[in-house]
């Protein structure tokens, strides 16, 4: 008899996304004429620039050639990747951070997700509320949890609402845990943590032996110079901190894969007997018992990312989604909505206009202005009443988007 792993079982089955595609396609099966603009899913739109893609052709023309062909590189990321990572966003910020504490992956959906592989089962974990599901269904799948209620809560995790009341700031648990997940600038709701705030964090997991979690996806959309980029920013956070960073949403690499995670060489852990365990080496052999690496192609593409002209370009990529941002933020806001998020980040979260839920909003958005955006309420219940637009978009969708949605609310 071969058991499945039975946790799957409890995981949410109308999962957000696929409820969106469904609704939409019906919708346009039933109105094949309708220009639907898509402000739902995540993903960058922009093309690649050049000097990315300038350093990618260089590095095939190398692999066309026995001198310069590689084949398996290191698991962890080959050093000149590394090195450009810790020297370009870490040391230039004064935080030191060195290139073997850098761990090159395809991702940090997986490595947010695979990242369980070295915690322990019985772990107290903390998510926010509303929250990138990642953290959660990952929880679910490794055992962590027990069954979801109504409102889509799994017993035994910890949820931290995070909404208007509270000016999007994670509040402190009432009852310890130990791992806590934190994403800033925040998916989905476009907010960002202050430097008092992630002190505040920080101080928690010193005095309670908890590890942070943080999900720094969206770094490269701060303009606000007082707001921190790296947990790392905040003393002491070396020691009770694991940072995820990756290339989609800077530096467009949605399609063409590259993240890295943070492992400091002072961060521990406890083991089962109450003894401190180094955190690093552990994650050290995780990576590369289950993980082959990253293609030089794409590690030499994103290396250019750190070029001087990578950088000019990446910028002028930020600055036009931020652009966006600032658009639907201020076209909604004209038409009394309240709007929050999209200032350093590419996320405007709004509350649904009268008393209407998030996927009644939805449907009525969709129905009369045939724009699609994400319900609040499917990143967590506490999302209920608030609705997730994205400024990842071409000028002219957004435009479009915003003139359709004033139609709708005034
Ligand atoms: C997009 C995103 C990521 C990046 O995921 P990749 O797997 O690197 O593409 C990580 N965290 C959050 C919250 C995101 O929205």
Request: charged share 20%.
């Amino acid at each position: 008899m071969a058991f499945i792993n039975d946790h799957y079982l409890k995981l949410k089955a109308g999962y957000l996304f696929p409820e969106i595609g469904r609704r939409v396609n019906k919708f346009c099966e039933e109105n094949p004429n309708a220009a639907v603009i898509k402000l739902g899913i995540g993903d960058v739109t922009e093309p690649l620039p050049t000097a990315i893609r300038e350093a990618m052709h260089a590095a095939i023309d190398e692999m066309g050639e026995a001198g310069s062909f590689r084949g398996y590189g290191p698991e962890q990321g080959y050093g000149f990747l590394r090195e450009a990572i810790a020297k370009n966003d870490f040391q230039s910020r004064g935080v030191d951070i060195s290139a073997d504490e850098i761990f090159v992956s395809d991702g940090s959906k997986c490595d947010t997700g695979n990242i369980l592989d070295i915690f322990g089962a019985n772990n107290k974990v903390a998510v926010t509320d509303p929250v990138y599901p990642v953290y959660v269904d990952t929880n679910v799948m490794t055992g962590r949890t027990g069954a979801a209620d109504e409102n889509g809560r799994y017993a035994g995790l910890t949820y931290l609402p995070v909404t208007a009341e509270n000016n999007f700031v994670a509040p402190l648990p009432e009852s310890p845990v130990d791992l806590i997940y934190l994403c800033y600038p925040n998916n989905p709701t476009g907010t960002v943590a202050t430097k008092e705030t992630l002190k505040q964090w920080v101080d928690y997991a010193r005095a309670n032996g908890s590890i942070i979690l943080f999900d720094a996806a969206y770094e490269a959309f701060i303009t606000d110079p007082e707001i921190p980029h790296s947990i790392y920013e905040i003393e002491g956070a070396k020691d009770v901190a694991i940072e995820f960073r990756s290339f989609s949403k800077n530096a467009g690499f949605t399609g063409t894969r590259c993240a890295f995670t943070v492992v400091p060489k002072q961060l521990k852990g406890t083991t089962a007997s109450g003894e401190p365990a180094e955190i690093h080496p552990l994650w050290n052999r995780r990576h590369c018992t289950k993980f082959n690496g990253v293609s030089y192609i794409i590690q030499k593409g994103a290396e250019a990312v750190y070029s001087e002209q990578g950088q000019e370009q990446i910028q002028s990529l930020i600055a036009f989604y931020l652009e966006n941002a600032r658009l639907l933020r201020e076209g909604l806001e004209s038409v009394g909505i309240s709007v929050y998020g999209g200032v350093n980040a590419p996320y405007v979260w709004l509350k649904t206009p009268g008393e209407s839920t998030s996927w009644e909003f939805f449907d009525e958005l969709l129905q009369k202005a045939h724009l699609v955006g994400t319900p609040g309420s499917g990143f967590g219940a506490s999302g209920e009443g608030y609705f997730r637009l994205s400024a990842f978009n071409t000028r002219n969708n957004i435009n479009e988007a915003v003139t359709r949605f004033q139609n709708v609310v005034s």
